[in-house]
């Protein structure tokens, strides 16, 4: 019957269970709370899978040109090649109307499909008619459609030719169709099919392809190829095996003038990437570039809107740069000789909208008969709005003609020779002068002997489709990536409940304290009889880890109903965190495992440092000297902790750039001091003079000075959960006075715009103006930034997933310059904003440039610094480098990267028009400025809000996460006012022998009661003022501003914590009656 | 057997408690120290029992001095040399009584021969003074008296040379302290332990064999 360690450790928890409980519901709590946590990141995490894998529908590999289109024959060549079914949709972005009701929808997106989509995409055979569309049950839900009714939906037009290329006709920007809702889709019927990173469910509407792109014998423009299986190398590979020149919009022909073969593109211009890559394979090609000048000037002469080819000088040999050729017919028409100088003006289209007329001035070289042998009308590009035209003056060039300066004998020449140019120049001149961000050629030509086949054959499985803008993705991978890579909501919520851990830890360590003092006993005998310190330490390490464990098996299921009522949270009340309301509990045993660890580990660290600090005071033999020698290091410790809050106080008003964080760590330091005080308080010993005196209320005061953690726990859990609540109120966002000025985070711009089709005019020019009827007074000042966009994954604080692509914003920066728009956090200028702007311009590399975007956006949406590289895919398929420039001050830029305008033209020629605005203008006409622009420019789906609740949308999510906080910061509050309960119950029981003694020396109850009152009065106020004052203190500039500071909720806070204290004292202090006194001492 | 020389004790608020006291113990002694309160008769036998250290001065037991050691061998001379007497019985409230006898073998680690040994030498001490029905009953359950020699036999049941007890009958009745002194008394005749007992009461005082008082610090006659 030896009495064994583990015998001895169980019989004492037997014993001693009803001091025990109270740290076996401590330790529940804590581990409910830390494992509910775990679990709820692990369900998250879990949920944007289900969600990502959701949206992707059957596609896990995808085949995207971006920008561009390709023939939808692709698809059932890769098919072929793969063995594994591939199909070809249509995507684009638009937006949808009820017809009945006139509601609009805004960025929907837009699937254009075939009966091939549905049966791949899900078991059900579904099938659109033309004149048919399927709308998702959200989509539905917001415009309230059944099967039916009938939509109108808008969106960009499919168009090979990019409406901003030069010479593209200046048609609409946008396609219109009715349509009858055939199927609304369910999630389970692939409804929600999208692509992309994102929680959020999207409103997607599906139609017949046909009615999106006529499409020629079953063969349609596509943009996206999608497979259900493989990886991307195994859709790589053949990809480049099987695509044809025709695939990607190429045209080969032969010119019966010239007789030699040609390769033309339907975007006009052919990428210099791609005309080195073909003429790399076929060395005898030549690019071409013909060009529509304005004019031919010559001694007072003009020759109005004509075509010059600039050519190979293989063809003309002899003729330098400067040098030009022109037709008999030109030169006759400005009665020029060979040796005159002729000058050339054209419209350079670089920059979109923003038309520059240049010129030239070139020698006449030679003149050449009208039939020369490079007499070829096939030499000017198909533009659609020139070369179907019967008349010059019925062309539609997208470049202002002037109408007046077509002669009859210009006419003539265009029903004569249509677009065969009048002139020539050297290949390299018209390269450098006319090659844009489109290309570098309108054709490339090959000799006779090359027959168009010939030159199909060669090509075909040997161009690099990345060079002409297809990419092949793994969005499974990449969605399973973006989530678990995402926000995490593990450490999110251990963050968020920080103050209840602290609060359970605080307890706990509290409990064990008076569960030792309990043992003090046990202890000295475990010394007397021999037992070393590192068994009697290892007893009571064991005794409460034995209890930890026993609080936190439980603990940690019941962290699987707080993980519940957390997503439930999430789902509802705290949806503005996650933007979505399908996130789901998941049961996972790592976290939970985690969890009981954690909490093990945790209470291991409290339960060694108590057990040590316990015996070493057991230990201390001259326990008056260490406390005096302990009383003057503390003093000291107290007299710096002054010295500091005061200085940072100082510090902060002199220094008020920094003001903020010096107002913050001085109120945390003036925290530090107050409850210091307060323990030196108990701690002091009084002077001779005083302690001779000898009082009631110094016989409860030296209760303390013996527990000073009784006193000091409950104030400190008091005032922290103040101080937490106040610091919480104070940094909730709102949209402040000083968010409205140009360095704030609206740039001081009104309003704020998006477009869910891109607007192509430049809303700032008179034209425009006009046509909008923008000409009144009331418009006078208002004025836009147009920013074009790249579509991407939003990552702002609205996406949960880590975002790699997010959307890229082109901004011309002079706008921001000459505002003084925004701020920045860093930058590579060190805060230059001007200079940091200005980057934007700038190509420090080939294929780099700089970037900008919100530092929050930088920190923890693409886990970047300043000065790091983001790599995307430049529409040309290459790989673009954006060095971060600068981290903009919370914006309402966040969730896009900035770049140049000029730099974006120049990468992503293509995106025309502009989808978001930044609109200026008088205050007093906003809500004018806003009917009239969405009203005007409906066709465009334009959306127009304040700039200033375009910022707070952002800080949703922030002031979620603020109200989580403030809501288990008072949780963990009513945990501190439980523990001074639990304090005092402890404290009463323990000094029922005290209490009982001073009945029986006449003391009366009430002045008993009095004496033990007036301490736990002093610990609440204490603690109440600590973390008032301080937190206010920190606080300051918050204060000073007009942020929204929930006085009321702090103020409510405080009251209720007075009264329920004060309350919960009275009524515990009603347990020490005369009765129970009498009965202790009868025990006595 | 035991020799303190020149022992010195002060705590800031009392003042000099011992005053470079000497004493010399030998085997088999049986001493009675006496004194007011607050005199250090306790900080003595702390010093003694290594639970205390003196200011100044040197205690040798078995001629080794033994203020040197660590808090190791200071608990392993506590187990092998020294048995504990208080006025509070010390007994841990969750163990019954035998238990409780024998959880000083569990400090020393007793080989299973050694454990059986002294777990029967226990039952002879335990009917030895009275308290053999008593080894499944817990503290709570038996008298103060009761209480108090099962003390006396957790402290000897190690087989210690010396015995301190400190106001062993402080908390015991007339009767209970009667029988409590002659049990020290023929324990130490008996079994040959060393004796040191403070206490107020001059009857238990004047059942051992020698009689010193602390005065001012010093042990006097």
Redesign the interface.
């Known amino acids: 019957?030896?009495?064994?360690?583990l015998?001895?450790i169980t019989?004492?928890l037997?014993?001693?269970r009803k001091d025990a409980v109270y740290q076996v519901i401590i330790v529940l709590l804590l581990s409910a709370i830390i494992t509910g946590s775990l679990l709820t990141g692990t369900s998250v995490r879990n949920s944007l899978r289900r969600t990502s894998d959701q949206k992707s529908g059957n596609a896990r590999i995808i085949v995207s040109s971006g920008q561009r289109f390709f023939s939808s024959t692709l698809a059932d060549k890769l098919s072929v090649r793969t063995g594994k079914r591939a199909v070809a949709i249509l995507e684009t972005e638009g937006y949808c109307s009820n017809f009945l009701t006139g509601s609009t929808s805004l960025n929907v997106r837009i699937f254009g499909v075939n009966d091939e989509f549905f049966q791949w995409n899900s078991s059900d055979s579904l099938s659109i008619m033309p004149g048919d569309a399927a709308v998702n049950s959200k989509l539905a839900e917001e415009l309230e459609l059944k099967p039916g009714d009938e939509i109108i939906i808008k969106f960009k037009p499919v168009d090979p030719l990019p409406s901003n290329a030069p010479f593209a006709p200046s048609k609409d920007d946008e396609s219109s169709k009715v349509l009858r809702v055939s199927h609304i889709l369910t999630a389970e019927s692939g409804g929600n099919f999208s692509p992309g990173i994102s929680q959020v469910i999207p409103k997607t509407l599906f139609i017949n392809i046909s009615d999106i792109d006529d499409g020629i014998d079953g063969k349609f423009n596509a943009n996206r190829i999608l497979f259900s299986s493989g990886t991307a190398d195994s859709v790589l590979h053949p990809l480049v095996e099987v695509t044809s020149l025709s695939d990607i919009g190429f045209t080969v022909r032969r010119s019966e003038k010239t007789g030699e073969s040609e390769i033309i593109s339907d975007r006009i211009f052919i990428d210099s990437i791609l005309v080195s890559d073909i003429l790399a394979k076929i060395p005898s090609g030549s690019p071409v570039l013909t060009y529509l000048v304005n004019s031919f000037s010559f001694n007072g002469r003009t020759t109005p809107y004509s075509f010059v080819a600039s050519i190979p000088s293989s063809v003309f040999p002899g003729i330098s740069d400067d040098e030009i050729l022109l037709n008999r017919w030109l030169a006759k028409d400005l009665e020029i000789e060979p040796g005159d100088s002729v000058v050339l003006r054209w419209y350079d289209t670089t920059f979109g909208n923003h038309l520059e007329e240049n010129e030239k001035t070139f020698r006449v070289s030679r003149i050449l008969d009208d039939n020369n042998k490079y007499a070829d009308p096939l030499l000017m590009p198909d533009f659609p709005g020139i070369s179907g035209s019967t008349t010059c003056s019925g062309w539609d060039a997208g470049v202002p003609i002037l109408l007046d300066q077509i002669r009859k004998k210009d006419e003539e020449y265009w029903n004569s020779f249509r677009g065969t140019p009048k002139a020539f120049i050297n290949y390299s001149e018209g390269k450098k002068i006319w090659g844009n961000n489109f290309g570098v050629a309108t054709a490339l030509r090959f000799p006779g002997s090359l027959a168009p086949q010939d030159i199909e054959k060669s090509l075909y499985g040997s161009l690099d489709p990345v060079d002409a803008g297809l990419t092949v993705t793994d969005i499974r991978k990449a969605g399973a990536s973006a989530a678990s890579e995402g926000v995490d909501f593990s450490s999110l919520f251990l963050g968020l409940g920080f103050f209840i851990i602290l609060s359970c830890l605080i307890l706990f360590s509290l409990a064990v304290t008076i569960f030792f003092d309990t043992r003090r006993?046990?202890v000295?005998?475990?010394?007397?009889?021999?037992?070393?310190?590192r068994?009697i330490k290892l007893f009571l390490f064991s005794e409460i880890t034995a209890l930890s464990v026993i609080g936190a098996i439980p603990g940690v299921f019941c962290g699987l109903l707080v993980n519940r009522i957390v997503i439930s949270a999430l789902n509802s009340v705290w949806q503005g965190a996650v933007q979505t309301n399908t996130l789901s509990s998941d049961f996972s045993l790592v976290p939970l495992i985690a969890g009981f660890i954690s909490v093990i580990t945790l209470t291991a660290v409290v339960i060694y440092i108590k057990t040590s600090s316990f015996l070493k005071r057991m230990?201390v033999?001259?326990e008056?000297?260490s406390k005096?020698r302990f009383l003057s290091s503390y003093f000291f410790l107290i007299l710096v902790t002054l010295v500091l809050t005061i200085g940072l106080f100082l510090s902060a008003v002199l220094y008020r750039n920094a003001e903020t964080i010096l107002f913050f760590a001085g109120g945390v330091f003036l925290f530090g001091l107050f409850i210091l005080l307060l323990r030196y308080y108990y701690l002091y010993e009084p002077g001779k003079k005083e302690k001779d005196s000898f009082s009631v209320r110094r016989l409860s005061k030296k209760y303390y000075n013996h527990n000073p953690s009784h006193a000091i726990t409950p104030a400190v859990i008091i005032a922290a959960g103040i101080f937490a609540v106040i610091i919480t109120g104070a940094n909730r966002q709102v949209v402040s006075d000083k968010m409205l000025l140009p360095e704030g985070g609206t740039g001081g711009y009104l309003l704020w715009g998006e477009s869910a089709i891109p607007v192509k005019e430049d809303l700032n020019l008179d034209k425009s103006r006009k046509d909008y009827g923008f000409e009144s007074e009331e418009f006078r000042e208002m004025s836009f930034v147009q920013c074009c966009r790249v579509s991407g994954d939003d990552a702002s604080c609205l996406n949960l997933n880590h975002v790699t692509s997010p959307p890229i914003l082109s901004v011309d920066p002079k706008y921001f310059i000459d505002k003084g728009s925004f701020s920045f956090v860093s930058s590579l200028t060190k805060g230059n904003n001007t200079v940091t702007w200005a980057m934007l311009d700038e190509k420090p590399g080939e294929n780099t440039i700089y970037g900008i975007a919100d530092q929050t956006v930088l920190k923890w949406g693409l886990k970047v610094n300043i000065g790091d590289t983001l790599k995307f895919r430049a529409e040309n398929g290459q790989i673009l480098n954006v060095i971060i420039a600068g981290g903009l001050k919370s914006s309402v830029f966040q969730g896009n990267i900035i770049i140049g305008s000029r730099n974006f033209s120049e990468f992503f020629p293509s995106v025309s028009g502009s989808s978001i605005f930044l609109i200026d203008g008088n205050k007093k006409y906003k809500d004018l400025y806003i009917n009239t622009l969405q009203e005007r420019l409906s066709s465009y789906g334009l959306f127009v809000q304040s700039a200033g609740e375009k910022l707070s949308s952002f800080f949703v999510v922030t002031n979620t996460y603020l109200d989580v906080f403030v809501i288990l910061g008072v949780f963990g509050l009513i945990l501190g006012v439980t523990g001074l309960g639990f304090v005092l119950a402890r404290n009463y029981n323990l000094r029922k022998r005290e209490f009982a003694f001073l009945a029986a020396t006449g003391y009366t109850q009430e002045s008993i009661r009095s004496f033990i009152l007036t301490d736990q009065i002093i610990i609440l106020f204490w603690g109440i003022a600590a973390g008032t004052i301080s937190g206010l203190a920190a606080t300051f500039p918050s204060l000073q501003n007009d942020g929204d500071i929930p006085w009321n909720q702090i103020l409510y806070m405080v009251l209720a914590i007075l009264v329920t204290g004060i309350i919960s004292l009275l009524i515990s202090v009603r347990r020490i009656t005369s009765r129970s006194l009498v009965s202790q001492l009868r025990r006595e | 057997m035991l020799r303190l020389e020149n022992i010195s004790k002060s705590y800031l608020q009392r003042g000099l408690v011992l005053d470079k006291l000497d004493l010399q113990v030998n085997k088999g002694d049986s001493l009675a120290i006496t004194g007011p309160s607050g005199s250090g008769k306790t900080t003595l036998l702390n010093i003694i029992g290594l639970m205390d250290h003196p200011d100044s001065g040197d205690v040798f037991f078995n001629g080794s001095s033994i203020l040197s050691y660590g808090p190791d061998e200071s608990a392993r001379y506590r187990n092998r040399n020294i048995g504990f007497v208080f006025q509070d019985h010390l007994l841990l409230s969750h163990l019954n009584i035998k238990e409780n006898i024998l959880l000083p073998l569990l400090a020393s680690g007793n080989h299973r021969n050694d454990f059986k040994e002294k777990a029967e030498y226990a039952g002879v001490l335990m009917e030895k003074t009275g308290i053999a029905s008593l080894g499944d009953k817990f503290p709570f359950q038996i008298s103060g008296g009761e209480a108090q020699r099962a003390t006396l036999v957790r402290a000897l049941v190690n087989k210690p040379s010396l015995l301190l007890a400190d106001e062993p009958t402080g908390s015991l009745d007339s009767k209970n302290a009667y029988l409590l002194g002659n049990l020290l008394r023929d324990l130490n005749e008996e079994l040959g332990v060393t004796l040191i007992v403070v206490t107020h009461s001059s009857d238990l005082a004047s059942m051992m064999k020698l009689n010193l008082k602390l005065d001012n610090g010093r042990l006097v006659k």
């Open positions: 019957m030896k009495p064994g360690m015998k001895i019989r004492s037997i014993f001693y006993n046990d000295r005998a475990y010394y007397s009889l021999g037992f070393r310190n068994q230990n033999s001259s008056e000297k005096s």
